[in-house]
């Protein structure tokens, strides 16, 4: 297992720790060869919840969670480079003090119900 990572930890690295410790829960499937969307992403059950894009942990929560993380200025929503952010989709601010386990963890849990 990966040693824990945080802030100060290149996005990348900070996001195979997170692969790494989730690859051993059940259904989670991590990222595999490729260049189509989703192919760097976490997945549980065929469903992503977790993957790095531009460097940013982008992870489905609830609105609401998002939207609080957003108020304190956690990370911005997601858009997916379409113009129109996403409710239920945080990309976590990489310099922001939140820890991207706990929002993996959360996002996991999401995503699983």
Do not use: C, H, Y
Request: no cysteine; charged share 25%; glycine share 10%.
């Amino acid at each position: 297992m990966a040693a824990p990572t945080g802030p100060g930890d290149p996005p990348q690295v900070r996001f195979d720790a997170l692969v790494d410790r989730l690859s051993t829960q059940q259904g989670v499937t991590v990222p595999g060869p490729g260049g189509r969307f989703g192919a760097k992403a976490l997945r549980v059950d065929a469903r992503i919840f977790a993957m790095l894009v531009q460097d940013r942990l982008v992870v489905k929560l609830p609105r609401a969670r998002v939207d609080a993380l957003v108020a304190d200025g956690q990370g911005v929503r997601w858009d997916a480079n379409k113009g129109t952010p996403m409710r239920e989709w945080l990309a976590v601010d990489p310099a922001g003090t939140v820890s991207w386990e706990s929002l993996a963890d959360e996002a996991l849990g999401f995503v699983r119900r």
